[in-house]
């Protein structure tokens, strides 16, 4: 072995990886329980490497004594962050094997399984994927270097999130990867009023990063000859009537003209309405009803009611309209939920455990806090609005994700791992949108650096919460960040999200021009 560890230390190993296969087992009692653990356990003897050495000895020392779901949650998520955290003061690559081995056996506990899904397997797998991701965050908590910045003090990227902090956000984290490695640092606070700052690699909102994750999506169907991209959208989702001139490339690109279903602001500066949003004069109303479920087609609906922005091609506007169109065309061509074909073709290529497309209010652990402010009878009010449900969004900026699964999405994307290089060219091909130094290609957003470089990006913001994602045009350098702030119907904080992305742009690209992030553009 290339790493020392106690007979104790092997039996929390095995306690803690086969407690993760047991706590499946027991979220799967709706189901074949027996099954579910004898498929993680399988995928745990089998590992190989130091690490699949102890869990191989795995009978004699396993004292799983719970008797509920709950109990067993009890000890054995614990186990798995004191597991994580005794393997990266030895060795990292080693905290990183044993995460791998743990996830992949998770996976097959819930892969393998035969008959209906069950939501509850999925919520015990995210509480794992929390608890072996703590032991980072307990590491940056308490001060020290975290593994991935070890050696590389950078201080100008340091001072860079301190004073985006001081311009009014509470907390932001972000990662850096470059020629010099990869730097991860934060600042500010996790909660209002709290001392903790941000975890380092905690899951956020990221808002209208979703966007890229769906174009490529599209993109991959159509590689797979299930989508053509200059088919008329309509012939794929007759249902809606929407103008034959309409192709799938542009509800990709922004030049369908449709209506914003999240509302639009008019040449002359008045809004059309849509759908109750946090900002502008429905603040209040989406607040109160922020755990609202909305079915993407109605949003559609909505949207197709009102007149178009222009005629198809001759023009360019974010609409949120053009993605929920791109959902309801993979779900029908492919016969699978949204989910279901990101969980195939992207997360699970990519082991993006902390990403998902949510169902529901929650958002997995650890994270940072959002806020609402609003006013009510005169008086200010301060919420906390990270339990909500991003259906009145839907697939224009629904998504979770954290700054590392983002690095590695990107980086992987124009890398050339999850698109043939033709659509990746014409994905990353600009569009013009009036904004200068700013085009758009299919899902990504195409800047020019002050130097006159390129930066393909897409940032999101999602009520309190806001998430940045830029890479160079080959991947080799990458920028993500998580923020966590005050957020409220004027918008407040636009201002100061702005400068930021900009400030962050200079330290680590030498200039450029953030692109916008709000959903509701």
Same mark, same amino acid.
């Given at each position: ?27 799967? !009692? ?38 509920? !779901? ?11 962050? +004191? ?9 990292? +690559? ?12 998770? *996976? ?13 397997? @999925? ?29 590389? *003090? ?13 311009? /009014? &956000?509470?907390? +932001?984290?972000?990662?850096?990867? *470059? ?65 034959? $001139?309409?192709? +799938? ?9 449709? &209506? ?15 759908? =109750? ?15 609202? #479920? ?32 791109? $959902? ?29 497309? =949510? ?5 997995? %652990? =650890? ?29 224009? %900026? ?10 590695? &999405?990107?980086? @992987? ?6 698109? =043939? !290089? ?10 013009? #949108? ?6 758009? /290609? ?24 806001? !998430?940045?994602?830029? /890479? ?44 916008? @992030?709000?959903?509701?553009?």
């Amino acid at each position: 072995m290339s790493i020392t560890l106690s007979d104790q230390d092997k039996s929390t190993l095995r306690t803690a990886a086969y407690g993760a296969v047991s706590l499946m087992a027991a979220a799967d !009692a709706i189901g074949k329980p027996h099954k579910t653990a004898m498929n993680g356990s399988v995928a745990l003897a089998s590992a190989t490497g130091p690490i699949g050495h102890v869990l191989a000895a795995k009978s004699k020392d396993i004292d799983l004594k719970s008797r509920s !779901a709950a109990e067993l949650a009890d000890q054995v998520l614990p186990a798995l962050t +004191v597991a994580m955290s005794l393997l990266e003061k030895q060795d990292p +690559v080693e905290a990183d094997n044993f995460r791998g081995i743990v996830l992949i056996a998770i *996976d097959a506990a819930t892969q393998l399984r035969q008959g209906a899904p069950n939501p509850a397997l @999925a919520e015990m797998a995210r509480k794992i994927t929390a608890a072996l991701d703590a032991a980072g965050v307990t590491t940056a908590d308490s001060g020290a270097a975290p593994a991935a910045a070890a050696g590389k *003090d950078r201080p100008e990227l340091q001072k860079a999130i301190e004073e985006i902090v001081d311009s /009014g &956000f509470v907390g +932001v984290t972000m990662r850096v990867n *470059d020629e010099r490695g990869e730097w991860v640092g934060s600042a500010g606070a996790a909660e209002l009023g709290g001392t903790a700052k941000p975890p380092i690699n905690g899951h956020v909102r990221i808002g209208s990063n979703t966007k890229t994750f769906t174009a490529t999506l599209v993109l991959q169907l159509v590689a797979e000859g299930k989508i053509g991209l200059d088919t008329p959208a309509g012939a794929y989702l007759p249902e809606f009537g929407l103008d034959e $001139r309409i192709t +799938v490339r542009m509800l990709l690109q922004h030049t369908s003209g449709v &209506f914003n279903f999240s509302g639009e602001v008019n040449a002359d500066g008045t809004i059309a309405p849509g759908i =109750p949003i946090p900002y502008s004069t429905t603040g209040k109303e989406w607040m109160d009803n922020r755990f609202k #479920t909305y079915l993407p087609q109605e949003l559609v609906e909505l949207a197709l009611s009102k007149p178009p922005r222009f005629e198809p091609g001759t023009g360019w506007s974010y609409s949120n309209t053009n993605y929920v169109l791109a $959902r309801l065309l993979i779900e029908k061509v492919t016969g699978h939920s949204l989910a279901e074909e990101m969980r195939r073709l992207i997360l699970g290529p990519l082991g993006l455990s902390g990403t998902m497309v =949510p169902d529901g209010p929650e958002i997995p %652990g =650890p994270h940072a806090h959002a806020y609402y402010r609003y006013e009510n009878a005169g008086e200010h009010k301060t919420i906390d609005i990270t339990r909500q449900n991003p259906s009145w969004i839907s697939s224009g %900026g629904d998504m979770i994700s954290t700054t590392q699964d983002l690095h590695t &999405f990107i980086s @992987a994307l124009l890398g050339g791992k999850l698109l =043939p !290089a033709p659509l990746l060219a014409e994905m990353c091909a600009p569009h013009p #949108t009036g904004i200068p130094n700013m085009a758009y /290609g299919l899902g990504v957003f195409v800047l020019t650096t002050d130097g006159g470089g390129t930066l393909i990006s897409h940032n999101g913001a999602a009520v309190g919460h806001a !998430a940045l994602m830029y /890479g160079t045009p080959d991947g080799s350098k990458t920028l993500t960040a998580a923020l966590n702030c005050v957020d409220d119907a004027d918008l407040s904080i636009a201002a100061a999200f702005q400068n930021a992305q900009q400030r962050l742009l200079n330290e680590v690209f030498g200039g450029g021009q953030a692109d916008p @992030a709000q959903p509701t553009n």
